[in-house]
């Protein structure tokens, strides 16, 4: 079996040919961050005319990469929410024509399904299953008692763990988005600070990140004030710390209560070797839930984890009419 899978829900580009769900056979992804850095964010305007300009050599070079003509295809695979709707737009119109082009039934693909499915590359998934997803809009527990369902046991009620990331980099003065490279600094330095952690004895799974990020900031203008230079490794390190251990004691004590085979840690912030690290000692002493992290190169957007997700519903009879429309608010839904 083999997907053609698009992926254009924010700032990236992207196309792959997937075998059998797990196999990649290419991956190729045009990102458009220089573009977005100097506005310090995703400007949606600037990312759909990228989008727009992309796509087509984005699809050639997937099939000259993978060594495969339209003829070897099964489906064609395509995020169609959540994201930003004129971004999202270009990857489904043109995932319509190829499909229309080439007789190819159409899998509609939730991208918060497909950063989930992005860790198939790593193991199989077993059910029942949960995953902490963290990346860029969202930070969720997902609890997924069988294929294809998804209830999500907790969530952030304010900025998800990735806008915190870019934030507080902001005003570290990095460019966006800056969750790698507070990663990186804050294996240099120690948690001096000792920021809030928000919510993390509440009895429920939901999380808070606003708190953190104020605390983070009023600490460094307040420095700025009074002339001294606080140390950005000890900054970061901090700032890490309290995210990590808010993440890893909610996700544990979720392990705890439900009854599962395995974590999966999967998004654009599951690349954190911070928290790896530490979900990786907590679950050690989990021995009867296996620990399956998405691929480090695999966490962030990209089409072989729509392929993977796509893939799931393909053999489950999903399809998608050409008048298949992006949801730029899509939820989890039964995926099948
Ligand atoms: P969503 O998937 O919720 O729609 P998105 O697609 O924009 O949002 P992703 O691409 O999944 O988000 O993840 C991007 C985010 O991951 C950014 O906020 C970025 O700073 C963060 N990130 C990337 N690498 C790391 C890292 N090593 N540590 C922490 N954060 C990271
Ligand atoms: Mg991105
Ligand atoms: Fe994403």
């Known amino acids: 079996n083999l997907i053609l899978a698009f992926e254009s829900s924010c700032d990236e580009t992207s196309v792959a040919v997937v075998e059998d769900g797990h196999i990649i056979l290419s991956n190729i992804v045009a990102t458009q961050v220089n573009s977005h850095k100097r506005f310090g964010g995703v400007v949606p305007e600037v990312a759909s005319r990228h989008h727009i300009e992309q796509i087509t050599s984005c699809v050639q070079d997937a099939m000259t990469e993978a060594n495969v003509s339209y003829d070897d295809l099964d489906a064609v695979a395509v995020t169609y929410g959540p994201g930003l709707v004129g971004a999202l737009l270009v990857g489904v119109s043109a995932a319509k024509a190829i499909a229309f082009a080439h007789e190819l039934p159409l899998i509609p693909v939730n991208h918060m399904a497909g950063h989930i499915f992005a860790a198939r590359y790593e193991s199989e998934i077993n059910y029942p299953s949960m995953a902490l997803l963290v990346s860029g809009g969202h930070t969720e527990l997902v609890y997924m008692p069988e294929e294809g369902q998804f209830e999500i046991i907790g969530e952030t009620r304010d900025d998800a763990a990735g806008e915190a990331y870019d934030k507080v980099g902001r005003v570290l003065g990095m460019t966006y988005p800056s969750g790698k490279e507070i ?31 104020s605390a983070f900031i009023n600490t460094v203008h307040h420095a700025d004030q009074l002339g001294e230079t606080l140390d950005r490794a000890d900054l970061a390190t901090s700032f890490q710390q309290s995210v990590v251990d808010v993440l890893a004691e909610k996700t544990l004590r979720a392990c705890h209560e439900y009854d599962i085979k395995q974590l999966i840690l999967a998004g654009g912030v599951a690349a954190n070797k911070g928290l790896r690290v530490r979900l990786e000692a907590d679950m050690e002493k989990m021995p009867t839930v296996e620990f399956v992290k998405a691929p480090i190169k695999l966490c962030g957007d990209n089409a072989a984890m729509i392929g993977a997700a796509g893939y799931v519903e393909f053999l489950k009879g999903q399809r998608a009419g050409l008048d298949l429309n992006a949801d730029p608010s899509l939820e989890f839904d039964w995926i099948a």
């Open 183 to 213: 990663d990186e600094l804050a294996h240099t330095g120690k948690d001096t600070f000792n920021f809030p952690r928000a919510m993390i004895k509440d009895d429920n799974y939901d999380f808070s990140f606003s708190g953190l990020k």
